[in-house]
């Protein structure tokens, strides 16, 4: 059905839902008026509600939402085109307010035109100046300017909109120009345009809370009802007495009602006036009980008021006990621990035990937290004294026991080294490492006593042991000298001549195995290069342990784990005198570095090592020149060391090896490049030999052997990075020389060389399969090729020289646009001038030709490479290629001429073949 707008009109027509009647003009009653407004308002409503009920049934119940308001709208000042607002609110939390503008489609369909959040809308402006308007704006991001069908409409609308305000959005839109003489159902009230929103009553409040929306069934009552009274509608005096019957009738009924309860409420008052006075009457006997417990309250308040000064004084004195106890408990130490630090005796082991139970006893004894007013009386002071002697006294003693054993052992002068028959060991100090382990409880109490003592400790230790170490290294260095060797005539010669360039000093402690000249015995025969990594590997794995054994050591037993503060201290002071000889710098040993207690460590092994690092970059050195490419397995050896003790080691027992390793790693990068740009230096400077067959040029040759020993160390290597850019740089550099190499000889072609030096590369990488290489092998392969074409060409050249000139100019006239047919009709390119030339070149002069070529071919190319078959073959086909093009232009320029080479393809294939047995 068609919605109607439906207005109050003037007393004169009445409006109904369908088509519009006038109903005849005559006087009425201000009842009948009443009625009139009171039915057209009805009607009104109902069409509302039907709207309302299918809006929220189909448009916003399937969302889960529920519509709050509504109201026929079009926008100001312009066509009527009717739209309705609908305030919608989600159905669940958080809350979503929405104002929603509908479009009408077919009947009784809208579908949902645009849509604001109220929470964007800032300002509502109802436009009621001088007088009432149904006109009022809404201030969004942009201002939209509404027209409603009545004001009851934009009443309600700016109501619900207010509430929603007030209750949800905190008071954040601004309501101007809204009257409240005219909005009866707003619960608030408007000042003029520069005024903003009243507070609001509480009856207002009150009446908003039990406004309730018209339910369907009171809408069937109202349908209802205008059914019964559809006769009477014409006739409003009836029917406004019928109302009036009717409401009588209600009226009658309620009052009847209401004396029948009267008697109810007077006996509901009697019962309440009988239980004020059962309260009264209680109240005054609580009253009484109270002033007879007044007096027994006093009594009882002086008996707690003396035993509570009893349980003060008990309190007092035994807090004074247990104060003289703790004092006497705490700073008693019995005579057999004070005879104990008197008369210790820190040789032997299992007196060593009583001497630090009884430094334990002293401590706990001088860490009691006393009040500063103890102090004072005479026996704790006289008993702190004591204790500080005490201290004072095992201090002394127990630091001049640990300066004699580090003095004992700086000074031991028998090698630590054994060997037996060539085998190598590292110095060990484990046994003395566990003998100092012992006095660790003692260290940890002289580290809580006097940080300035225990602080000089390391120097000793490092004063005293960095001597003995420095010999044992000379002395390790000295044997491990005589390992890098190289098979020769059924023996092993050691390398110590090229190490006596780099060492000017020999130990005389170990002179005698200077002379060691084999490995041992069982030893497995291996190349070079297994024989430097087997010697270099051997060095660093027994110089490892000794490095993290005396690590640990320092770190536990200068307590470097729990004293970050004695640590600082300690580093600061030792900062300036420090003899650290490592290079690692601060972005590459950042990992190793963090903390100033690894740095600490690394300081004092530093100082410790300090023949250390010197020695292994001597040997390192020494090792990467024996040979050519002797820095390869050394690369590889420090490589392996470095990334294994990384991965097993962590900063606190092997940061100092670490860094070490780091550091001989560089100094391997560094031999490495210098051997890459040596070979690169030596293939650039490399010159062809003399001589009519060349063959592989001795560059390709280095290359060969280079790439060949590489692959052999780097087989098993985890890192080859470094080894896939040397790769890249000494193949660019051997290309690079083949194609600038000069010739000494003029019977020399360039491109045989070439070919057959790219020949050798390619099947050499293809061989080797090295991924970094690929792109090199594919070059390779091209440049292979292209030289071949071009020997090919330039060899064979044009081994029927006449017809190769006679046919040049044939195509030279058909490129100037001479026929093809007409070719022949010209006098320097008649059928009697090729008849001529063919007979110059019978079968015979050809297979001539190719003999003297093969005789040629065979004189020049070298057979190293056994590419000979492969030239005569792409000759042959060059060779046919011609043949086939001649035949191809007698058959298009001299048709029917019958004129044809003095030999077939048959013929040609058969020379090429008799030259070929004939050298066989």
């Given amino acids: 059905m068609e919605a109607v707008l439906l207005v109050p009109l003037p007393p004169r027509s009445v409006v109904f839902s369908g088509p519009v009647k006038q109903v005849p003009a005559r006087t009425l009653l201000p009842e009948q008026i009443q009625v009139t407004h009171f039915l057209s308002l009805a009607i009104i409503q109902l069409i509302m509600s039907s709207v309302w009920t299918m809006l929220q049934r189909d448009l916003f119940g399937p969302g889960d939402e529920r519509l709050l308001e509504m109201a026929f709208v079009w926008k100001s000042g312009k066509k009527r085109k009717v739209h309705i ?19 009408k489609l077919d009947r009784d369909q809208y579908k949902r035109s645009e849509t604001w959040s109220l929470y964007n809308l800032r300002l509502v402006d109802g436009k009621e100046g001088t007088q009432v308007t149904p006109d009022f704006d809404l201030q969004f991001d942009k201002l939209y300017r509404w027209t409603a069908s009545s004001l009851a409409q934009k009443t309600t609308l700016l109501s619900c909109l207010w509430k929603l305000n007030t209750q949800h959005l905190s008071g954040t839109i601004r309501f101007i120009n809204v009257s409240s003489g005219d909005l009866e159902d707003l619960p ?33 009552d109202m349908l209802q009802l205008m059914e019964e009274y559809a006769p009477l509608v014409a006739d409003a005096e009836a029917f406004t007495e019928r109302l ?3 409401l009588q009738i209600l009226d009658e009924a309620n009052l009847q009602c209401i004396i029948s309860s009267e008697q109810q409420v007077a006996l509901v008052m009697e019962a309440l006036n009988e239980a004020l006075e059962e309260a009264a009457q209680m109240e005054e006997t609580l009253n009484v009980h109270e002033r007879m417990l007044q007096s027994v309250k006093e009594q009882m308040d002086y008996i707690h008021e003396g035993n509570s000064l009893l349980q003060r004084i008990d309190a007092n004195r035994q807090k004074l006990t247990d104060e003289l106890l703790f004092i006497v408990d705490s700073l008693d130490l019995s005579e057999h621990h004070c005879s104990i630090l008197n008369n210790s005796d820190l040789s032997s082991s299992s007196r060593l035990k009583h001497n630090i139970a009884a430094v334990e006893a002293l401590r706990s004894c001088m860490s009691v937290q006393l009040n500063p007013e103890y102090r004072k009386m005479h026996g704790v002071a006289e008993q702190l004294i004591t ?3 005490l201290r004072q006294n095992f201090e002394k003693k127990f630091v001049s026991h640990l300066t004699q054993m580090f003095e004992q052992q700086g000074a031991d002068q028998e090698p630590v080294l054994t060997q037996q028959m060539g085998r190598l060991t590292a110095p060990k100090h484990g046994l003395f490492h ?13 580290q809580d006593t006097n940080v300035l003592i225990f602080n000089d400790l390391p120097k000793v230790y490092i004063l005293n042991l960095s001597p003995l170490y420095e010999r044992e290294i000379k002395a390790f260095f000295e044997v491990a000298k005589s390992l890098p060797a190289k098979p020769k005539e059924g023996r092993r010669f050691s390398v110590q001549g090229s190490l006596e360039k780099l060492t000017t000093s020999t130990s005389s402690l170990h002179r005698s195995y200077l002379r ?17 990594a087997r010697a270099l590997d051997r060095v660093l794995t027994e110089l490892a342990p000794m490095c993290v054994a005396e690590q640990n050591f320092v770190t536990t037993f200068f307590m470097l784990n729990n004293a970050e503060k004695t640590a600082v201290a300690s580093l600061d002071e030792s900062s300036s005198q420090t003899k650290s000889e490592l290079s690692c710098s601060a972005s590459e040993d950042s990992n190793y570095q963090g903390s100033s207690l690894e740095q600490l460590a690394n300081q004092w092994l530093s100082d410790i090592f300090s023949a250390l690092e010197p020695e292994l970059r001597t040997y390192v050195s020494a090792c990467s020149k024996m040979r050519t490419f002797s820095c390869l397995p050394v690369l590889v050896t420090l490589s392996r060391h470095s990334l294994r003790a990384r991965t097993s080691l962590d900063s606190s027992s092997g940061s100092f090896l670490i860094c070490v390793l780091r550091n001989l790693l560089l100094l391997s990068h560094h031999h490495f490049d210098r051997c890459i740009s040596s070979l690169c230096r030596e293939i650039e400077e490399s010159k062809a030999p003399n001589g009519k067959r060349i063959g592989v040029l001795p560059l390709v040759r280095r290359f060969q052997e280079f790439v060949t020993e590489a692959e052999e160390v780097f087989k098993d290597a985890e890192e080859r990075t470094e080894l896939d850019k040397a790769y890249r740089r000494v193949t660019c550099t051997v290309f690079r020389s083949i194609n600038t190499l000069p010739f000494v000889s003029l019977q020399i072609n360039a491109n045989m060389v070439m070919m057959e030096n790219y020949h050798r590369i390619y099947c050499f990488l293809s061989e080797k399969k090295i991924p970094s290489l690929e792109s090199k092998r594919k070059e390779a392969k091209q440049k292979y090729s292209e030289n071949l074409e071009h020997y090919v060409i330039t060899y064979l050249g044009r081994p029927l020289e006449k017809l190769n000139c006679f046919f040049d100019g044939v195509k030279a006239r058909v490129a100037q646009g001479v026929k093809e047919e007409e070719v022949g009709f010209q006098l320097a390119y008649s059928k009697q ?42 000759m042959e086909q060059e060779f046919l290629r011609q043949y086939h093009e001649f035949e191809d232009l007698i058959r298009r320029c001299y048709q029917g001429s019958a004129i044809s080479m003095g030999f077939t393809v048959d013929d040609l294939l058969s020379y090429f073949s008799a030259v070929t047995e004939a050298h066989l």
């Fill in 833 to 874: 001038e090729l008849r001529k030339i063919i007979r110059k070149y019978p079968g015979k002069e050809v297979k001539r030709s190719l003999e003297a070529l093969y005789s040629k071919i065979l004189k020049y190319l070298s057979p190293e490479e056994n590419l000979l078959p492969v030239v005569w073959r792409a």
């Fill in 244 to 246: 009036a019957k009717d």
């Fill in 85 to 103: 607002l609908c305030v919608v609110v989600s159905a669940y939390r958080p809350l979503n307010l929405t104002l929603v503008k509908l479009k």
């Fill in 434 to 446: 566990q003998a100092l382990l012992h006095y660790s409880p003692l260290m940890a109490w002289l």
């Fill in 516 to 532: 060691l000249t084999e490995l041992e015995g069982n030893q497995e025969e291996g190349s070079d290069h297994n024989i430097i």
């Fill in 188 to 220: 608030y009230q408007q000042k003029s345009e520069e005024s903003s929103i009243e507070v609001v009553t509480e009856e207002a409040e009150e009446e908003d809370e039990e406004y309730q929306e018209i339910t369907p069934r009171e809408s069937a």
């Fill in 387 to 389: 204790f500080e002697s």
